[in-house]
DNA sequence: GTGCAAAACATCGTATACAATTTCGCCATC
DNA sequence: GATGGCGAAATTGTATACGATGTTTTGCAC
């Protein structure tokens, strides 16, 4: 029933007064309803949320761990807003961590893991045909929970738990550089990239992802806004 | 002169009552002052270093999210007592990254980079050679720098700190399943290591890289222990 | 003497309060 | 009219206080 999910919930919930608020913000900027540099004043969490400053703090604190956020000292919390240089490093790691945990999960992975990522697929492709804001927003977590599924495959938490930080701030870094409209014009290469583990074709499926990342990085903008990299470090 | 330094140390340190702390503590459990299992009450450590819980807390917090200690609810926080999957997890997550922040860091590599590289080879050589627990817990971080030092070099922030993470639980692990008394039984690897990196030849670097840190795991016992790993759980 | 129950104690979770720093607006002055 | 400084308001940094939860001890009954 019901009771066992919500006790489930209200104990987890219970320690996690914090973690609730960071869930909930962090989904926010991933779902890219928080713009990069909005500022996440700790009172105005903690009304939103109708919970003290402490734990809006400790919620902002965390999420800037994560590197969703940055943290100034004596000035506030803001959605952070990734440098070129930053969103660089961002898909140089998934290009050197992703090829690893494809190759972990495909040893382990079992058949319902298989249907449980063309499930995924499915959805996503469903998301994208379809239109409005809401859509959108579900079809940009559909496509990063792809990657996070392999990781979660691969049955190691740590890299989970890292896959899972590189795919949020890639959709921070997309949301401020992304050209095409369509975040996931690689769509197609997921469903690639699960055939090629079907059928042991490990070091192409490797192959695909490293294509699939570089293809997401290639349609960023990523050159430097001098002037008005100032003004919007400044406001925006 | 030191005013530079001072200023970005007081500036630093500022924003970061709670960071020193957490500082400090980390610092504790990678040299293995602190033994995992320890109880971290947020009283003893605000009285310890002279500020409220409030910031004990938060450095507490800040720890758990890297790993290095276990916050249960309504009970406390601890210094992290890993499981033997949790260690081989680790040390899976090592052997997938590093050799990809070894092909990174050789392709940036600058001859001062090799230079400081030696240099910290040959103060773990030192710090080997001398008795006395200072020595050791000196050598065990110098151990470790040589791993963050090629992460440095790679020039990704963002891998680095997730070796830093790494490298700081590996501490751990090695601290509660470790046999051998010489923690560095693969001191000489390092300097294969950079000599393969020297004389260009990359692949063999990683292959040596991956020797070495499975030769670190090999070192473990990871054998379960059922009923003493109760009691410990409980007081140790 | 043993076992259970209840109360005292300790510790954590959260809110509130105060201090320090920054920011913004206003007025005087050039 | 622009600029610079001064003061008020807002925001963060830290401490303290109170309620909730877990742990230990004490006392009573069997």
Same mark, same amino acid.
């Given at each position: 029933?019901?009771?066992?999910?919500?006790?489930?919930?209200?104990?987890?919930?219970?320690?996690?007064?914090?973690? *609730?608020?960071?869930?909930?913000?962090?989904?926010?900027?991933?779902?890219?309803?928080?713009?990069?540099?909005?500022?996440?004043?700790?009172?105005?969490?903690?009304?939103?949320?109708?919970?003290?400053?402490?734990?809006?703090?400790?919620?902002?604190?965390?999420?800037?761990?994560?590197?969703?956020?940055?943290?100034?000292?004596?000035? !506030?919390?803001?959605?952070?807003?990734?440098?070129?240089?930053?969103?660089?490093?961002?898909?140089?790691?998934?290009?050197?961590?992703?090829?690893?945990?494809?190759?972990?999960?495909?040893?382990?992975?079992?058949?319902?893991?298989?249907?449980?990522?063309? *499930?995924?697929?499915?959805?996503?492709?469903?998301?994208?045909?379809?239109? !409005?804001?809401?859509?959108?927003?579900?079809?940009?977590?559909?496509?990063?929970?792809?990657?996070?599924?392999?990781?979660?495959?691969?049955?190691?938490?740590?890299? *989970?738990?890292?896959?899972?930080?590189?795919?949020?701030?890639?959709?921070?870094?997309?949301?401020?550089? !992304?050209?095409?409209?369509?975040?996931?014009?690689?769509?197609?290469?997921?469903?690639?990239?699960?055939?090629?583990?079907?059928?042991?074709?490990?070091?192409?499926?490797?192959?695909?992802?490293?294509?699939?990342?570089?293809?997401?990085?290639?349609?960023?903008?990523?050159?430097?806004?001098?002037?008005? !990299?100032?003004?919007?470090?400044?406001?925006?």
């Amino acid at each position: 029933m019901k009771s066992a999910a919500k006790v489930q919930q209200a104990e987890d919930s219970a320690e996690t007064g914090a973690q *609730q608020i960071r869930d909930a913000i962090r989904e926010a900027i991933v779902e890219r309803r928080l713009s990069p540099g909005t500022k996440l004043s700790e009172s105005d969490v903690g009304n939103l949320f109708n919970v003290s400053r402490t734990l809006a703090r400790a919620a902002l604190q965390a999420l800037s761990y994560e590197g969703l956020v940055s943290v100034e000292k004596n000035r !506030g919390a803001f959605v952070a807003y990734p440098s070129p240089d930053e969103a660089r490093q961002i898909f140089s790691a998934r290009r050197l961590v992703e090829p690893g945990i494809l190759r972990e999960a495909a040893a382990r992975i079992k058949p319902a893991d298989i249907t449980h990522l063309r *499930q995924l697929l499915l959805e996503e492709g469903r998301l994208m045909s379809e239109r !409005g804001q809401t859509a959108r927003r579900a079809e940009i977590k559909a496509s990063g929970d792809f990657h996070l599924m392999l990781a979660v495959i691969s049955g190691n938490a740590i890299m *989970q738990r890292f896959m899972e930080e590189l795919v949020a701030r890639s959709s921070l870094v997309i949301a401020l550089y !992304g050209q095409s409209t369509a975040s996931s014009c690689g769509h197609s290469e997921h469903g690639d990239i699960i055939s090629a583990i079907e059928s042991n074709e490990l070091d192409r499926a490797c192959q695909l992802m490293l294509h699939h990342i570089t293809h997401i990085e290639a349609d960023l903008d990523l050159r430097e806004r001098k002037s008005l !990299g100032l003004k919007e470090a400044f406001e925006l």
